[in-house]
């Protein structure tokens, strides 16, 4: 059982809010899509990525989706589009690409998944 009463959060006032977000539980990242604040998502060359795992341990949100020890994607419900992953990456396999566009070209059927 949480220590916060949060029961009806929804209705609370601008009053009943303290200053600052609240995290009234731990571990409640996932039920949290963030990804709705990024203004560029992350888009892998895989012909260029050699597989070294550095994006994955250098993402803030464990946006990073790795499979059997390999690199798959983005989970883009919570990659916030910081571009952390692309300045780490050792072989510039990832591009940061404006989100408006990649969302145009996915509608259109193209590849911008990342
Ligand atoms: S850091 Fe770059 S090369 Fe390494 S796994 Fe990620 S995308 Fe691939
Ligand atoms: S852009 Fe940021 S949040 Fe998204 S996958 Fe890369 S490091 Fe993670």
Redo the contacts with the bound molecule.
């Keep these: 059982m949480s220590q916060w009463n949060i029961e009806n959060i929804n209705k609370w006032s601008w009053r009943k809010h303290p200053l600052a977000a609240i995290i009234p539980e731990a571990g409640n990242a996932a039920n949290y899509r963030t990804g709705g604040w990024r203004t560029r998502r992350p888009i892998?060359d895989e012909d260029n990525?050699?597989?070294?795992?550095?994006?994955?341990i250098f993402c803030p949100d464990t946006a990073v989706k790795v499979k059997e020890e390999k690199?798959v994607g983005f989970e883009l419900k919570h990659c916030k589009g910081c571009g952390i992953?692309a300045h780490?990456?050792?072989?510039d396999?990832?591009e940061m690409v404006d989100e408006a566009e990649a969302e145009s070209q996915e509608k259109e059927g193209g590849n911008a998944r990342g």
């Design positions: 892998r990525c050699n597989q070294c795992l550095i994006c994955f690199v992953c780490e990456c050792p072989k396999a990832i």
